[in-house]
């Protein structure tokens, strides 16, 4: 019986995209090689460029479906019947969480900003942002127009939650010593977590 060599495609192309990202995010675009990338995969190296045809391809396609992702929740929660303060925080929370749990591609997207490793992935990067400062400047407007949130700055706003939450939820130790906590297990980045959104949240909330 002949089977479909689909399933295994795409395991070993989301294997590659799995790999590849966790060494992005250690060695940047430069440090990690093809060759690299295909022995800590366990793939031929010339499945890459059948896969994605290059090194560069290969970068662009994970942010492309990191990016997706990201853009397809933020207009998700968009679309969501809430009070603004509800709304605000369920963003917020999710956007953590993703942080938390795609820490690597955080550390990609962070350099790829400030080196610019690959420009032609800076117009994603920049699309994905846009819509989350809509989204954030959306919230914000509502919030002051039913009385509920002060009136503030929502570009600074907006800059301290792209911007900042990346950096604290990617737990480098020294940054969790700095705010008081011996280590970043899990518990420290619970209490971070809630720490951080009661911050930004009061600056709002009358």
């Known amino acids: 019986m002949k089977f479909s060599e689909e399933p295994l495609i795409k395991d070993k192309k989301a294997t590659l995209l799995k790999v590849a990202e966790e060494l992005f995010a ?31 391809a290969l970068y662009a396609a994970i942010f492309e479906n990191r ?70 400047h959306t919230i914000i407007g509502n919030g002051v127009s039913l009385g509920v949130f002060r009136e503030i700055d929502t570009a600074v706003f907006g800059l301290n939650v792209l911007y900042l939450l990346p950096t604290l939820f990617t737990r480098p130790d020294s940054l969790f010593n700095q705010l008081g906590f011996s280590e970043s297990h899990d518990s420290a ?18």
């Open 26 to 56: 250690i060695y940047g675009f430069n440090g990690a090689s093809t060759r690299m990338i295909a022995e800590q995969s366990g793939i031929n190296l010339a499945m890459i460029n059948y896969y994605f045809g290059s090194k560069e």
């Open 67 to 136: 990016l997706l992702f990201i853009i397809q929740e933020i207009e998700r929660i968009a679309q969501l019947e809430l009070p603004p303060a509800e709304k605000l925080e369920t963003y917020l929370r999710g956007y953590i969480h993703r942080i938390q749990t795609n820490q690597g591609f955080y550390r990609m997207e962070s350099r790829q900003l400030t080196m610019l490793e690959q420009p032609s992935i800076i117009g994603l990067v920049n699309t994905s942002r846009s819509k989350a400062f809509s989204l954030i």
């Open 189 to 206: 980045v619970d209490s971070l977590e809630n720490r951080v959104i009661t911050f930004l949240m009061s600056s709002l909330i009358i």
